[in-house]
């Protein structure tokens, strides 16, 4: 079942603030714990489609490495971790940042403004066995041709294990569960017609894992 | 598969601030239009359960009406909205209030602190055609025998079709997905050992819909 989580998977957990550079340009603290938000799967955008702007939106992409949940769990120790892990997947966490910021003055939930339709492109399923470090994966992502994020993520501010272990301390992970965890550096708007690309691959060997692309 | 909402569903979408008197005891402004959050469904607690507190929280109650999503959809008109509920559920928002404080403070996501297991206290699916009118049921939540919320729906600020409307603008509703529309006034906190005992009722007839248990 996890390798079709887009369509059967019942939560999507987006991890904030998880590359030190990206904390920086929008000027936000670096966080003591992870922290997190749900998405609904209602966002899911396979590969070739469209994100839909609603009008009014600044939509912002955020390209992350998504881990699929395999094995179900609550408390899960960062050292059983891996174990709960089925594969991964490329995915975009759209935000609408001028109503994010807003939220946010106002101490008001995120879900509205992560969580529209299509709001989530996703990658296919990658099976871990074709994943060597998935702490040394570069991922990147690309408007009309030109590269705005391009990370790796060993820069992640708390690893995958952590990630894993806080998560299934509050809710329990089920089978086709998607986490993701967070966005490197050079996140921006999109505009109507743009052609947006985005890679993910060994960081050692260059072999790339996965394409996703949208408009 | 909408009766078994609880283990089929694939999203909780709880409404904030949709009660005056609730609105006023917590020191929030009125909303000029709807918001929410997402709950995972792994927070439900069937009737007869233990709601979990974890160690440092303090965990409020907050009873609520449950809409049951029939037909899925998205852009769903306020005068089209009835089609789409299956059914309605008494629940219980459960809420960790001092770490919400924090997050309200830090303009941090709600997620988590509304998302712990055992969170959503659930009663049974009650079938629409056993209720006459929605907007006038009676719902109320004792501990100890004590009576804390005695509320009616009839005093939402937004009524159910508005709500479905709003939600659906943004994210697709689909079957088994449930609607928390809002909690009355008397909200406060759960200590180990107490027994909660919570009802739905046709304000009307009195006739009783449903009864949710927990300790
Ligand atoms: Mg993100
Ligand atoms: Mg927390
Ligand atoms: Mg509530």
Redesign the interface.
């Given at each position: 079942m996890a390798a079709s989580f887009v369509r059967n998977g019942?939560?999507i957990?987006a991890i904030?603030r998880n590359y030190a550079d990206h904390v920086k340009e929008l000027k936000n603290t670096i966080p003591k714990e992870p922290?997190?938000?749900?998405?609904?799967?209602?966002?899911y955008l396979p590969s070739g489609g469209n994100v839909e702007i609603p009008r009014g939106i600044v939509a912002h992409y955020e390209v992350e490495l998504g881990l699929v949940i395999g094995k179900g769990g609550?408390d899960i120790s960062s050292s059983d971790a891996d174990s709960h892990i089925a594969g991964y997947a490329l995915a975009v966490d759209m935000t609408a940042r001028n109503l994010q910021d807003e939220?946010?003055?106002k101490?008001?939930?995120?879900?509205?403004v992560k969580?529209?339709?299509t709001f989530t492109p996703i990658g296919s399923f990658i099976p871990k066995s074709q994943v060597a470090d998935p702490h040394n994966l570069s991922l990147w992502l690309k408007i009309n041709g030109q590269l705005k994020q391009n990370g790796n993520t060993a820069d992640m501010i708390f690893r995958i294990p952590r990630l894993i272990e806080h998560v299934s301390s509050?809710?329990?992970?089920?089978e086709g569960d998607l986490i993701l965890t967070g966005t490197p550096s050079g996140i921006g708007p999109i505009n109507a017609g743009d052609e947006i690309l985005c890679g993910l691959a060994d960081a050692a060997t260059q072999q790339e894992l996965s394409k996703l692309e949208f408009g």
């Open positions: 019942r939560k957990v904030g922290f997190f938000f749900l998405k609904p799967t209602t966002s609550r939220v946010k003055k101490g008001l939930p995120w879900s509205a969580g529209f339709d509050i809710m329990t992970l089920e």
